[in-house]
T-cell receptor, first 113, second 113 residues
């Protein structure tokens, strides 16, 4: 009965080779978030979708893009991964805004060689 | 600007002892406050949240936190910890009407037998 699913759990890519991470949810929540979490650091919000409305954080590099083709799915695209992009990427959902509980997926650990 | 400071990066404690994980926040507007737990290689899970009302908030797994507006603190407590409480704990804040949650750097709780 997993509610937020991330695939794959582990992803290895080469420097500069595009990579896509996937997130799906069974909660029918309006909001989906992508966070980057580097080792021993706090999760950092990259962007979120409210329904189809995309909201980019001001300090999110242009290298990171996202797509949300429908309510259930959201993708994180890294166009040209650098060594500094190696991290855990967490997807989360909530029904509406910040007062609602966010439900997190287990994360995808990205390694860049 | 809003910020969250977790005062201890690591807290070792013996099983069945009480524990307090400290969190201070900074904000010029009303905020909502959260504590999340992250077990190894997993996503974050909400322990408890303060939105309004009673300043003592009870959460899952026997945890509770107290909101102190004058001291801008939101410390997490548990009267008796178990080995299974070993995890990373994140304090976080959000602003009403928004979608961004700001996380503290985390406190690693290590429960020893």
């Amino acid at each position: 009965d997993a509610m937020v699913i991330q695939n794959p759990r582990y992803q290895v890519t080469q420097f500069g080779k595009p990579v896509t991470l996937s997130c799906s949810q069974t909660l029918n929540h309006n909001v989906m978030y992508w966070y980057q979490q580097k080792s021993s650091q706090a999760p950092k919000l990259l962007f979120h979708y409210y329904d189809k409305d995309f909201n980019n954080e001001a300090d999110t590099p242009d290298n990171f893009q996202s797509r949300r083709p429908n309510t259930s799915f959201c993708f994180l695209d890294i166009r040209s991964p650098g060594l500094g992009d190696a991290a855990m990427y967490l997807c989360a959902t909530s029904r509406v805004g910040v007062t609602d509980t966010q439900y997190f997926g287990p994360g995808t650990r990205l390694t860049v060689l | 600007a809003q910020s969250v400071t977790q005062l201890d990066s690591q807290v070792p404690v013996f099983e069945e002892a009480p524990v307090e994980l400290r969190c201070n926040y900074s904000s010029s507007v009303s905020v909502y406050l959260f504590w999340y737990v992250q077990y190894p290689n997993q996503g974050l899970q909400l322990l408890l949240k303060y939105l309004s009302g009673s300043t003592l908030v009870k959460g899952i797994n026997g945890f509770e936190a107290e909101f102190n507006k004058s001291q801008t603190s939101f410390h997490l407590r548990k009267p008796s910890v178990h080995i299974s409480d070993t995890a990373e704990y994140f304090c976080a804040l959000g602003r009403g009407g928004g979608f961004k949650t700001i996380f503290g750097a985390g406190t690693r709780l290590f429960v020893k037998a």
